[in-house]
């Protein structure tokens, strides 16, 4: 054999060697048929759980008892550009778990390494509700074999939610999904992006609604944001001052769940007439504002004047909601142009008299005017025949609801007085002049009582008033008072059934009431100087007589019986009277038709005679 041939044997036997050693370090077998599923999940702060869970299904074969398939995830930091997944989203922490293997009789699936997974976590440093147990969420999952063949599992991610509110949006994780195969140092990574997504609950909700909208107008700030229910307008009556708040226009802008502080909203306010209308902080003012956008719930305007009295409308409309609310208000000016009082308690009482006079206030504009009137005697001798003064006046009391001044007196003798009023605190300052009137006190004692009906004739089922009414020994009226059995015992008895506040009184249960508390002065259901009990006729026609008789109360002379009537009108004997009269009338017709036949008759028989 040449040289040249035993090296080529050489190198032949040095090439398959290689060949051979090569070949050994492949591995047999191997992880193969690799599937991985990721779908997204979604939840609400009410529930984050595993049913609402983003999910990942992983299945492979493995080829050798020791091949390995890993799954981990981290979060992607954010969701959006803002909102770091930690305490600032109400986001606790984010876990990944196992919801079940495919492959239940074989398949393993165990805790890896514990690693904090770092964007989800570090961002709850701080947080007054962080547990120390949730730094170690499981983020690794070894996915195994008993034996050779097929295995898989699915996991679950979700979140665990620090607070009720959880921010809406998208929350992203990276799964990686790791293949360590027998004798490979190496793994082979797969990685995939799954999402969270997290609904706004109905009551964080930023989409205003219609529903539950509403505004109203009030004297009072009333603190926007604070969830308050709306309420009546106040009527409004504010001296036009320019650029001073007078009131505040209430916008309750709510979602769909009620919510008073996230829906969005874009405000336009108009004013037509006097005044303005201001932002919430009350530096911004026109006679027009907005679109105010992004109101973050509830809002409120304030209302100023320009100096102006007169009538101010204020309509405030939503581009969202199209929700459209017109409220109105008074300004007037700092002088009243015209004050007119009336006598509002007929007989003063010795002592305080809150409302002894009303007063009816406008100003130059004609507006309702809302100052501070004030009550002073016309003379000196009226303040000392009746009370008051005449060189100090008294503030009276304003009512907005009633657009009325009321003016105190306070007795100090019985006696008929001259009283006027000013718009001023003195007299010298003042620029409107009430006309006069006159007041009279006393300090008489009761002498008699009557009771009387406020009608003479009622309908059936009318409501009517028995008023009862103590008298000096003049017979003439007394300021209001208390009478302790100003009635003898029983009080007011009724002939016929009458029905009292409500109450069905049967003949003869008597209006029991023995004690008399009277009104100072005339309302809707009062008499001044009287006690009114309100009563509903009966249903059937006849004559009401009450019967009662004075009480220990009043001075032996006045305990006496005393009555009072009244007629029902009964309807279906008068339809029935009306229908027998007319049966008396057609009866009478039908004598006087037979009549005249029988006489034309005759008088064609001596005719043809």
């Known amino acids: 054999m040449s040289t040249k041939t035993n ?26 048929n ?34 390995t398939v890993t799954v981990s995830v981290v979060s992607n930091g954010t969701l959006g550009d803002s909102v770091t997944v930690g305490r600032d989203s109400g986001i606790r922490a984010a876990y990944l778990f196992v919801l079940d293997t495919s492959t239940a009789a074989r398949t393993k699936v165990g805790d890896g390494t514990i690693t904090a997974p770092t964007n989800v976590l570090t961002a709850m440093a701080g947080n007054s509700q962080y547990d120390s147990n949730m730094v170690n969420a499981t983020n690794t999952y070894h996915l195994n074999g008993s034996s050779v063949g097929n295995v898989g599992a699915t996991f679950g991610i979700q979140v665990d939610s620090v607070a009720s509110t959880i921010i809406a949006g998208t929350y992203s994780f990276t799964v990686f999904v790791k293949q360590y195969t027998e004798g490979v140092d190496q793994p082979v990574t797969t990685s995939y ?38 309420t009546a307008d106040a009527v409004l009556s504010k001296l036009a001052t320019a650029g001073t708040t007078r009131a505040y226009l209430y916008v309750g802008v709510r979602n769909a769940a009620n919510g008073a502080t996230t829906a969005d909203e874009s405000l336009t306010a108009t004013v037509t007439g006097v005044g303005l209308v201001c932002l919430s902080d009350g530096t911004t003012c026109g006679k027009s504002l907005g679109p105010i956008n992004s109101t973050a719930g509830d809002y409120e305007f304030e209302l100023a004047g320009d100096g102006t009295g007169g009538t101010s409308t204020i309509k405030v409309t939503g581009s969202v909601t199209g929700a459209s609310y017109t409220k109105s208000m008074t300004y007037y000016a700092a002088a009243a142009k015209t004050l007119t009082a009336s006598v509002m308690t007929p007989v003063l009482a010795l002592g305080s008299n809150d409302s002894a006079i009303s007063v009816t206030a406008v100003d130059a504009a004609g507006s309702t005017w809302g100052g501070t009137a004030y009550i002073v005697a016309s003379a000196a001798a009226d303040a000392t025949a009746v009370g008051g003064s005449a060189t100090t006046p008294v503030a009276c009391v304003y009512s907005s609801s009633k657009a009325l001044h009321y003016c105190p007196i306070s007795a100090v003798a019985a006696g008929t007085g001259k009283f006027k009023v000013i718009d001023a605190a003195t007299v010298a300052l003042a620029t409107a002049t009430s006309n006069e009137v006159s007041v009279v006190s006393k300090n008489a004692i009761p002498a008699t009582v009557k009771i009387a009906f406020n009608k003479t004739a009622y309908a059936p089922g ?106 029902i009108t009964d309807n279906a004997a008068a339809a029935l009277a009306a229908v027998t009269a007319l049966a008396t009338t057609v009866a009478s017709l039908k004598t006087l038709i037979t009549t005249l036949t029988n006489l034309v008759l005759k008088i064609q028989k001596k005719v043809k005679a």
């Not at 004559?543 to 007629?567: D, E, M, W």
């Open 462 to 567: 009318e409501v009517g008033m028995i008023i009862v009414t103590p008298l000096d020994a003049a017979g003439a009226g007394l300021p209001a008072t208390s009478i302790t059995n100003a009635l003898a015992s029983g009080g007011i008895t009724s002939n016929l059934n009458l029905t009292y506040n409500g109450v069905a009184i049967s003949s003869p249960t008597a209006l029991t009431s023995a004690d008399v508390a009277t009104s100072a002065y005339a309302g809707t259901t009062t008499v001044a100087g009287a006690k009114v009990f309100l009563f509903t006729a009966p249903t059937t026609g006849g004559v009401i007589t009450l019967t009662a008789k004075g009480g220990t109360g009043l001075p032996l002379a006045g305990q006496v019986a005393i009555t009072a009537s009244a007629t």
């Open 7 to 32: 090296f080529k044997r050489i190198a032949l036997v040095a090439i398959a060697a290689l060949g051979l050693s090569v070949l050994s370090s492949v591995p047999a077998k191997a992880v193969g």
């Open 193 to 230: 992006t799954v999402s969270l997504v997290s609904a706004a609950a109905a009551s964080v909700s930023g989409t205003a609604t219609a529903t539950y909208g509403f505004a109203f107008i009030s004297g009072s700030t009333t603190n926007a944001g604070d969830g308050v229910s709306t």
């Open 34 to 67: 690799l599937s991985v599923t990721v779908t997204n999940g979604s939840f609400t702060a009410a529930k984050a759980d595993s049913t609402n869970a983003a999910t990942i299904a992983v299945s492979a074969t493995l080829e050798n008892l020791t091949d």
